[in-house]
């Protein structure tokens, strides 16, 4: 006879494989979850058949590959706790006039051509990418990131960080993307790295072309004109902050690439 303890087990089963299974949704921790699965199945059908050699040769690489995947996919690892252990406390949220100066600076850094790479910091503390490069803690406005960004000034290579309505730091290293598109340079891979560890909303300006766009959670969003670029940074911070109130943040599915 099904108890309610029983059926509260079941329920906090189905819970955790369902939020493993967002954690690695859509990337390439999916791929290594479906070939484990496939090597479990193997070695039970070899210990099932009484396959000795088999069994005994699978059982010892187990051992091995478990200390090798650690390693190897220690960024996804990495992602996964700090999402998991991602705290309520909010930011103070941008203000119009602070989303306009934003907004404004981009747009002008699109149009002369100037690359930028720029961080809103969320629930996520970005204080150890701060670290890695010149704390300012500066009133934000447009003419500040403009400077920070011209070619040949000593900062322009690196990243801006946002904390509320403050330019927390310039000039900081991001950690890289490993993904394999050809089409990405160094700036969109450090967007799309920062936004795969941390819940920021990265806005990467091409130094080539002028196109702006918006990382977020791993995924590049397709070029965006300046209206859009400030309904969507307007949105994804209300959803954050709405998110936050509620004690706890839910998978949406991402936009894909256009």
């Known amino acids: 006879m099904l108890t309610w303890r029983d059926a509260l087990d079941i ?25 484990l699965l496939v090597y479990l ?40 706790l700090e999402r998991i252990g991602r705290g309520r406390l909010q930011r103070q949220p941008l203000a119009d006039a602070q989303l306009g100066e934003l907004v404004r600076a981009v747009e002008r850094l699109g149009a002369l051509r100037y690359g930028a790479l720029i961080a809103i910091e ?15 803690d500066a009133r934000l ?35 890289l993307s490993e993904k394999q ?21 990265v806005i990467v300006v091409s130094e080539e072309r002028g196109t702006m766009r918006i990382a977020e959670g791993g995924r590049l969003s397709p070029p965006l004109q300046p209206v859009e670029l400030r309904e969507r940074i307007r949105e994804e911070l209300q959803v954050s902050a709405n998110l936050s109130e509620a004690g706890f943040r839910f998978w949406r599915p991402k936009e894909r690439e256009g």
């Open 141 to 175: 406005s447009a003419r500040l990131l403009e400077s920070l960004f011209v070619n040949k000034t000593p900062l322009h290579d690196g990243g801006v960080i946002l904390r509320g309505d403050r330019v927390l730091a310039a000039g900081c290293v991001f950690p």
């Open 41 to 80: 199945l193997v070695w039970f059908i070899a210990t099932r058949l009484g396959l000795n050699g088999l069994s005994w040769l699978l059982g010892n690489a187990a051992t091995l590959g478990a200390f090798a995947l650690i390693v190897v996919f220690q960024p996804e690892l990495r992602g996964a």
């Open 122 to 136: 969320r629930q996520t503390p970005l204080g150890e990418f701060a670290a890695t490069g010149e704390n300012l």
């Open 11 to 35: 329920l906090a089963v189905a819970t955790v494989f369902y939020y493993l299974y967002v954690l690695i949704a859509e990337s390439r921790a999916l791929n290594l979850v479906r070939g």
């Open 181 to 201: 598109e050809k089409y990405l340079g160094t700036r969109h891979k450090a967007a799309i790295g920062l936004s795969e560890v941390s819940d920021a909303l």
